[in-house]
Nanobody
Framework: QVQLVESGGGLVQAGGSLRLSCAASGGIFSNYYMGWFRQAPGKEREFVAAISWSGANQYYADSVKGRFTVSRDNAENTAYLQMNGLKPEDTAVYYC?????????????????WGKGTLVTVSS
């Protein structure tokens, strides 16, 4: 059973940066495609970014493209989301997710494994 733990959230002013981490255990991390989602208060969960098992391919929501960067370190069983140029509308709980089924499954939010999330609050 794969377990995911997010960290790195917090309060930041608009224009600032944060780096989220997603630590995985209980599986072979390099086998998994990985994604980041977020859910703002009163809104549905939405896709943010995804990365292939090797790290060679990344995908981003239009709303974060050019500001966020997803990466992974398979040796450390950890994935990252570097968030720059944060805006108040980026305020949300951020979740990581993994699946072996492929990026389509991950990007659609249909993965089997999810973390419990980390809260990011961006003040104006």
């Amino acid at each position: 059973q794969v377990q995911l733990v997010e960290s790195g959230g917090g309060l930041v002013q608009a224009g600032g940066s944060l780096r989220l981490s997603c630590a995985a255990s209980g599986g072979i991390f390099s086998n998994y495609y990985m994604g980041w989602f977020r859910q703002a208060p009163g809104k549905e969960r939405e896709f943010v970014a995804a990365i292939s098992w090797s790290g060679a391919n990344q995908y981003y929501a239009d709303s974060v493209k050019g500001r966020f960067t997803v990466s992974r370190d398979n040796a450390e069983n950890t994935a990252y989301l570097q968030m720059n140029g944060l805006k108040p509308e980026d305020t949300a709980v951020y979740y990581c997710t993994v699946d072996t089924a492929g990026l389509t499954t991950v990007r659609a939010g249909r993965s089997d494994y999810w973390g419990k999330g980390t809260l990011v609050t961006v003040s104006s």
